[in-house]
């Protein structure tokens, strides 16, 4: 059975909520889940709204149109999803790759509703995972010299893919200011620190020079700057002086995979929605 | 400015949301929060709209009069509430007085927003902290002769001072069938457990006892069965074979301050809907 | 470098640390690990001592005898064993996977240090992960009538490969009186509640029905009676109203994992210590 | 019944726990806790080692000089406690007064075993509090003009009552060079966010801002350089899109009362070692 999702964002005002919910019983629409947040600093309306489908009386091919009104009156900024199977999903990853095995397993046991169209790499290492999995893989390893071609390659698959969302699962290269104003708040990247702290390179290193008691992971959107994205999601765990670097990236690794899969799951279902540098997670 | 909550729940159908927001809208009254959730196994709809009365051109009461035909619609059970900071609130403790004092101080900072109205305790040890705080302070101690006279009391008093909401902060007596069925689901008691496990006395040499690795606290609504009241809201913390009985009760103190001061306020700021044997939280 | 550790649990007395770390630093041994705990309500001494083996004068084969004075004097009950790396495993495992894929998945990336020997299953469904990962498989299917002979067979599996340790990865079967005491502390369950809370089938179910605000899992040692023995490990996760039984299930696969990991490396590392019905854990 | 403690670091070598042991094996004492702990990277030894001194047989007077030799041998850096219950204790407190309060609950409940001698504070609103517990207090405004003069009062003060131990219990005051080299591993700060994230001033605003999805609390040691002492404590909270800058607060001061408390507790216990710019906990 198809649902329809409406995300919504847009100057508050009264009757927002009225109206959006009174077009989809006025067609007949049996709503599923109606989440709503007003930002009080920037006066700001968030909803999402999922309805199912069954005896809603427009085609789905018109909801979009037949909605339009609503928006411009509230001035709202919107998209309309259908389903939540149906995103289609590029995995980047280069040599770790215990977030990519993390999100095979989960895919084969339901827990991702997406399709995984293809994985690249600039590392041959997750070749044989990707091919026990049956899923196209591009091996395509990046220079100073070759960047911008092997880009320019990459979106060509991206493209030929119709791909939806892209998920660096421990890509450790930087994606350039062209490739990631083409794919705004469709790229997700697991940082493994507890962002703002330690950005950038090796951060369990730098955690344990710091002697941090807690270390953490972090998801989010990815934007030019680096490791400066809107925060999807983050989650924390315990270290002592017993632990060495490699008992924090033990303890990473776990957290890395459950941030990241939260992330993904959360972005299939069509329950973040960005806004200034910030997220707002419908769940 | 004041708000309006209503909390319903009923079994659900097409159109509530719409119905209800729309009403709202429709007298000019400005949402704040509206949250949902259907229960899929009991096909039951839940909700607890919130809007501001500022503008809003019904007065405050007529809201029940002119709500009804929409509650009767959808055979609504439901609740009107005004502001959160109108709740009378009596409070019962024995001797561990960290709950108390924790809710004093809680209060003293605005972050607890109902009228500590009185307190009632069968030992005089909390006598001080409340005269401190300038709350009345009755000391009606239980024996199995005088029980069901003391009750008679204590209802007396709640029922003079006009409370709302009664917090068992570490009370060790047993209410009576006919005490607990006069306040329905307004009797909130902390449990030392992590319920359902460690019911009854001592919880927490029980704990010890079993070897667990992990201790909890439990609040809930008081129902005739002892700790088995619908839960409102439970918090765990990591404990060690070094931790003694003595290191659980530390550990535990903190663990039940917060727990039950989550649990207060959002019964004061009417967040909690109660069905079957559960909770759902709009929080 | 070859590493010897020495698990002690013995009534307390003065001098057991002094005559330890005493024996090995006469034979030139030089202390990685030195962990202790009092058990101050059985006037009960524990300790795990961990040495380098090179430059110690006393041959592995040696030790035993040499260091048994020691625990003659302080009746100690106690352990030697050497490395990490020796440990012989077997898995049980029914039908969900969860947990076995997250011990291979593991054990390729280096994080659990024994030897994967067998995987037995009363199903056919860990097949396939099995011969991928190019360990032996044995299916044994259950039913009351051949029950014993199955153990049988399981028990000469077991010792034709030199097992020490046995987990039951999701083993749906209860393994009988006479199998669990071959294997004393050293057969590890992994329950998917918060025990002793939701012991026996369906705990997830359970917790659902409840209306708990908080799930857990429970790694402990098999004894005869179910869900009862030592517990090793727990862990918890918050859930909601809006978490649904699959939603429990789909968390607490998370749980599972991460808890039943934790206690295999720390049954590989030697690092747990049974008494009563307890456990010590010198992580 | 007094306890001894030793608290050692020193380059690791073989023989140190087994002197250690055997010297307070030798003279009769029993050994309550022994632990010990090696930095491979920096090859440094770190030992806490506590005895009951009922029958040992050297005065309390005469232990520094007969425990001097080992200390030499391994060149130790090392210092010789008494008991818990000694160490006096001057908190710091400027505006909120959560922190202050939570101290002095927990010192009247037993938790806290040092002596609170004396509070000081830059403001007059914790008078009140001070007073009902008769601890002295001192009101030392500080101006860029006058603070090296409240200094030099506040050094005396604290010379005077003989102070072990500073906490800064939310004191927005920076302590001058001077100051805070007279008390080296001595003064705890609590900082109200996730150390190394969001130093300085405001971090409850700097976090909302940044749209973190946890928010945490971090007790470190006071260096002359501003929120960058070795960290003693951390934990966090999550926090969602929902929660505003207040509720930050609210959510944080639970998180810096425990920090806070758990830190006090551990330095009040002599569990503390510090070195580099990390702390070692034996709890």
């Given at each position: 059975m198809n649902h329809a999702i409406i995300l919504i964002s847009c100057p508050d005002h009264r009757g927002i909520t009225a109206a959006v919910?009174?077009?989809v019983y006025a067609h007949n629409g049996n709503i599923i889940h109606a989440d709503q947040h007003i930002d009080n600093q920037s006066n700001t309306f968030f909803m999402r709204i999922e309805w199912a489908l069954e005896g809603f009386d427009i085609p789905e091919s018109e909801i979009k149109s037949a909605f339009a009104p609503i928006?411009?009156?509230f001035n709202m900024v919107w998209n309309l999803y259908f389903d939540r199977g149906k995103k289609n999903i590029a995995v980047f990853v280069s040599r770790p790759l215990h977030c990519l095995q993390d999100i095979l397993l989960r895919?084969?046991?339901?827990?991702?509703s997406g399709t995984l169209r293809?994985?690249?790499?600039?590392?041959?290492?997750?070749?044989p995972l990707a091919e026990r999995a049956g899923i196209p893989f591009y091996f395509l390893p990046i220079t100073s010299e070759n960047k911008a071609d092997q880009e320019t390659q990459e979106l060509k698959l991206l493209a030929d893919a119709d791909i939806n969302l892209i998920v660096l699962a421990r890509y450790h290269q930087i994606l350039s200011q062209n490739f990631v104003e083409k794919y705004p708040n469709r790229i997700i990247n697991i940082h493994h620190s507890f962002l703002p702290a330690f950005q950038g390179r090796n951060p369990y290193e730098q955690a344990f020079r710091q002697g941090v008691k807690i270390i953490g992971a972090t998801s989010h959107f990815v934007v030019e700057e680096l490791d400066a994205g809107p925060i999807i999601e983050q989650d924390t765990v315990r270290v002592s002086h017993r632990d060495?670097?490699?008992?924090?990236?033990r303890k990473g690794r776990d957290l890395e995979k459950t941030v990241l899969s939260r992330s993904l799951r959360w972005?299939?279902?069509n329950k973040i929605l960005s806004y200034e540098n910030k997220t707002v997670i419908f769940d």
């Open positions: 919910t009174g077009f928006a411009e009156r895919h084969g046991q339901g827990e991702i293809l994985i690249i790499s600039n590392h041959e290492d997750a070749r060495t670097i490699a008992d924090f990236k972005a299939l279902e």
